[in-house]
């Protein structure tokens, strides 16, 4: 498969990140943002960086979030044809706050936004062409659910291909519609990217072994288990690779997983090998933890490479 088409359906957003950790979005302090957002957007950007044509299908107001968004995507080389610049509603806005044991609260302000009213143009893309990414989160929203299941099943029927983060958060996954679009994104995916903690929503008691079986089982041909600060494992017929997480300074971790999913996505679709996409991806998701903001960590292929020799060097000295 060379020179697929990376496309992305789904929320577009700017993002405004908390300065004081444990504030839990309730007090008084300082932010930064507007940074660019949205799960597809930073995978999709991420995706252009690495050299792959890419159409991203979302929406923004005609406000300055908007153009913060549209302008990043635009210099990244993204293809925002597909982007609806929407003159009666706001852009989406999400506000984030760490804790100091890590865990996180997000404010979404994207229901009946500009986010979530867009239309999926006819022409952005080739479907047999194609590799979609799907975002999971973008699942929730049921305006755009009604974009993505069709479209999905169009590109796969046309013999493109289907990626899948099924970022599977337990108030996604108490909606049975939501069940149903992600079990059918799962299903018709060529590539699944889980993280440890989606491997615990979506197989509860059962062994990571067996969850990957299970996931090998249907039409998937590569499994991607992100771990966090541990790295990540790449499975594909009888191969498996780990790659050991790079020891960096986390900022900021938001924004990893889709720089990595877009980093790999990208590297595949032109045609380069699972050792090569995985290591390069590792290295980008590593880099993304480094800044504050969702996408301010992305990468390009020079940045990656030089990170990689200097951690070469690191491990020979
Ligand atoms: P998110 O949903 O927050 O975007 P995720 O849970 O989908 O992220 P992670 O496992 O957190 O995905 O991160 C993706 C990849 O980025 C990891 O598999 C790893 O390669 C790299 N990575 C993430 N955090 C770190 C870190 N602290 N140190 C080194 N590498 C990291
Ligand atoms: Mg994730």
Do not use: W
Request: charged content about 25%; proline content about 5%; glycine content about 12%.
């Amino acid at each position: 498969a060379k020179n697929l088409k990376v496309v992305t359906i789904g929320e577009i957003l700017v993002e405004f990140v908390s300065h004081t950790k444990d504030c839990g979005l309730s007090q008084v302090g300082d932010y930064s943002g507007p940074y660019p957002s949205g799960a597809p957007a930073i995978f999709l950007d991420q995706a252009a960086r690495m050299g792959a044509p890419t159409e991203m299908i979302g929406g923004i107001g005609n406000d300055g979030f908007g153009r913060a968004v549209l302008d990043r995507l635009k210099g990244d080389g993204v293809g925002t044809k597909g982007v609806t610049v929407n003159a009666d509603r706001t852009t989406g806005v999400a506000f984030v706050s760490y804790y100091t044991d890590g865990n996180r609260d997000f404010i979404f302000h994207m229901e009946n936004t500009a986010s979530d009213h867009f239309d999926v143009p006819e022409d952005a893309f080739d479907p047999a062409n194609t590799i979609l990414h799907v975002s999971a989160a973008s699942l929730g929203n049921p305006r755009m659910r009604d974009m993505i299941v069709p479209t999905l099943r169009r590109i796969d029927d046309a013999g493109g291909k289907i990626s899948c983060d099924p970022n599977a958060r337990p108030e996604l996954m108490r909606d049975e519609a939501v069940r149903d679009a992600l079990q059918e994104a799962i299903d018709r995916s060529t590539y699944l990217m889980p993280s440890t903690s989606d491997l615990g929503f979506l197989f509860p008691d059962m062994s990571e072994d067996a969850a990957i079986e299970k996931l090998l089982a249907s039409k998937a041909e590569v499994i991607v288990i992100k771990r966090g600060a541990h790295g990540a494992t790449v499975v594909s017929g009888g191969e498996r690779f780990d790659f050991t997480g790079h020891s960096v300074e986390e900022i900021d971790p938001t924004g990893a997983g889709d720089c990595f999913g877009g980093t790999f996505i990208s590297l595949l679709a032109q045609g380069a090998s699972l050792l090569d996409a995985g290591t390069q991806a590792n290295a980008a998701g590593a880099l993304a933890v480094t800044r504050r903001g969702p996408m301010e960590g992305n990468s390009s292929p020079a940045q990656i490479a030089k990170f990689l020799e200097t951690q070469r060097s690191e491990n020979v000295a």
